[in-house]
Structure formats: C-alpha cells, structure tokens
C-alpha cells in the first residue's frame, strides 16, 4: 500500500515511521518540501537512538527510512491508497487540506483524518467522497502508543471502513470504534480531567507538583494531567475542549481560564520550551 502523510510534524512523522516499519511505501508532505525533509530526518534521529540501544539493526533502520519519501506538494499523493491527514487541530486547516489533495486522487483512494476531537461527518463535506472518508485517531508517541480511534462518519463505506481497520491492525495497533461524536472516546474522558486540574491549579486547590502526583498515583496514570497537557499542547487542548463545547453545548466543558491564558502567552508546553513545566534543561521544572 502507499501511504500519503500530510504533517510531518511529530503526530506526522510518527505515522509515516510506522507505516513504513510496516511494509507500506510512505509519502510524507508539510507547507514545503524543507518541512517534510525535516520530519524524515526526526525519524532518522530517533531511529538512531534504537540502533544505538541494540533496539533495532541497522539495516532495518535503513530499510525502513528507504521507505519514506519527501514530496512537496499535493500532486505527489496521486499514486495513494490511503492518504492521512495529521495537520493541527483546526477545522478550516483540514477543510483547505482536503479540498487541495482530493483534487488529486484517484477514485478509489481513502482520505483519512487524524483529527482527535473534530465530527467525521462535518469534515467529509470537504472530501471528494465522503464515503471514502474516515477518522483514524493515533495516540502520541505513534511508534510506542499501542492503539488507534476509527471514527466512521455518517456516509463512510464498509469497503473503507474495512481497508483503515486492516490497516491500523497490520501496523500492530488496537482497534477500538467510536461514533462521530466531539471528543471521540479518549478525548471525551480525557479533556475534562485536564481541564479541570488546570481548575483546580487556577483557583489553587494544590500545587501543580501535587496536582499532578495526587493523579499519578492515586489514579494510577503514567504521569500527572498537567505534565500530559505540556506533553500533548496546551493549544492542542485548548481547541479540543472548545470543539467538546462548541458540539455538546454543555457547559461543562468551558476552558479553564489559566488554560487560556498560557496558550494566549505562547506556553504552549514541550513543544514551546514552556508551557506549565519549564522544559529546556535536562528535566521540566514546574513554572508556578
């Protein structure tokens, strides 16, 4: 299968490394061929970092970079089968996306969304074919993350349907299904446990550092909600819970005012050096 990534920032290059660990040949775009190049490069690194740890050969590090090719437009993903969308979250982004690669597939190619939160239904208007138009929602890192949200839209095929979820399992993912509902499954759940310890910080219930150890280890997580907010963006977070609200209607899903504010800032999280953790040493240091 060929497989067309458009984003080759790190949900991006996250997909494109594993589809071509699995078998497929990957065309990997961004808003220029240097971003797309860079997004390879990524890969390049962090594989590096497995043959380093005797995690991978070289060989299969070298085979499977072979396997993704830099394009730097559009045009390049008429030979796709499937083309995924992996570019920020926001719905006028992925509309303009649509609209300019669809023009450039054939009629049988599948056009995909990675979209975490945004209807299925209401970005298929923007596809060529809506009944080839799917949600395939990874989960980051995509290399070590072991599932995949398919969201069937209102007119998405069987065939299709089908097609991304032999696709997903191939990739060695698990499969779960959600209905096009805001938020899916994970982020539904997920976003408002965010939003309300930035809450909760905003009105100083706890520190950040306490915030995040009482969640930790009392729920059990991996890490606190605060340090997975950096993780993910808090721009990120901040446009899925607005599209929970804008498509619930539910006040309950208002923004955490502090939520807000950072993003207005520019601290962002990981990816902005800053975000509620300071993240340019060796270890994030808390901000408040």
């Given amino acids: 299968m060929i497989v067309g990534v458009i984003g080759a920032g790190q949900m991006g290059a996250g997909i494109a490394q594993v589809s071509a660990g699995a078998g497929h040949d990957v065309l990997l775009a961004d808003i220029d061929l240097a971003r797309a190049e860079a997004g390879k490069a990524g890969i390049a690194k962090a594989l590096g970092r497995l043959v380093a740890r005797e995690k991978m050969a ?38 303009a996306i649509f609209a300019s690669v669809g023009e450039h597939l054939s009629a049988t190619a599948i056009l995909a969304s990675n979209t975490s939160s945004i209807p299925i239904t209401r970005l298929a208007q923007a596809a060529p074919d809506p009944a080839r138009f799917i949600g395939v929602h990874f989960f980051n890192p995509v290399p070590v993350m072991g599932l995949i949200e398919l969201i069937r839209g209102l007119a998405t095929s069987d065939d299709t349907l089908a097609t991304v979820e032999a696709y997903g399992r191939g990739l060695g993912k698990q ?51 605060i340090t997975l907010a950096d993780f993910i963006g808090l721009d990120t977070c901040l ?50």
């Fill in 58 to 95: 070289q060989s299969d590090a070298d085979m499977l970079l072979a396997r993704i090719t830099p394009v730097a437009d559009h045009a390049a993903f008429a030979p796709s089968d499937l083309v995924i969308e992996a570019a920020t979250e926001r719905e006028e982004i992925k509309r």
């Fill in 175 to 225: 499969i779960v299904h959600a209905n096009d509902a805001p938020g899916f499954i994970v982020n539904r759940v997920l976003m408002p446990l965010i939003n309300e310890a930035i809450f909760a910080l905003g009105e100083g219930v706890a520190t950040m550092q306490d915030i995040d150890a009482g969640c930790r280890l009392g729920l059990n997580h991996p890490m606190g909600p």
């Fill in 239 to 288: 446009e899925i819970i607005r599209v929970l609200q804008s498509g619930t209607g539910d006040p309950k899903f208002r923004p955490a005012p502090l939520l807000v504010q950072y993003v207005e800032a520019g601290w962002v999280g990981k990816k902005a050096g800053r975000g509620f953790y300071d993240w340019t040493g060796d270890k994030p240091v808390p901000t408040r």
